[in-house]
Nanobody, 122 residues
Framework: QVQLIESGGGLVQAGDSLRLSCAAS???????IAWFRQGPGKEREFVAA????????NYADSVKGRFTISRDNAKNTVYLKMTSLKPDDTAVYYC????????????????WGQGTQVTVSS
């Protein structure tokens, strides 16, 4: 089973940018990858997903136009570029592996990483 490790989180101000990374270890990353987030007192929610080839993507309405998901299969890594960050984006961000980018329920994804904290101050 693939192990996913998130990195790149931090404390930023509103309007700043961050790039998160999701690196695979243990085996080659050969599945779709999604980013989810869970804010304080909130349920885990879908953010974005990318197919194995990188040719298909899906975004939550709340991040469209601000976040970009991409992958570098040679590096076994998926990225989430986040721009124009808002305090509402504050959450722990997780990546997970799956099969279909259009599926947004957390239960349809597996091999969850430990998460990386993103905090956006106003």
């Amino acid at each position: 089973q693939v192990q996913l490790i998130e990195s790149g989180g931090g404390l930023v101000q509103a309007g700043d940018s961050l790039r998160l990374s999701c690196a695979a270890s243990g085996r080659t990353l050969s599945s779709a990858i999604a980013w989810f987030r869970q804010g304080p007192g909130k349920e885990r929610e879908f953010v974005a997903a990318v197919s194995w080839s990188g040719g298909s993507t899906n975004y939550a309405d709340s991040v469209k136009g601000r976040f970009t998901i991409s992958r570098d299969n040679a590096k076994n890594t998926v990225y989430l570029k986040m721009t124009s960050l808002k305090p509402d984006d504050t959450a722990v961000y997780y990546c997970a592996a799956g099969n279909v980018v259009l599926l947004t329920a957390p239960s349809r994804w597996g091999s969850w990483g430990q998460g990386t904290q993103v905090t956006v101050s106003s």
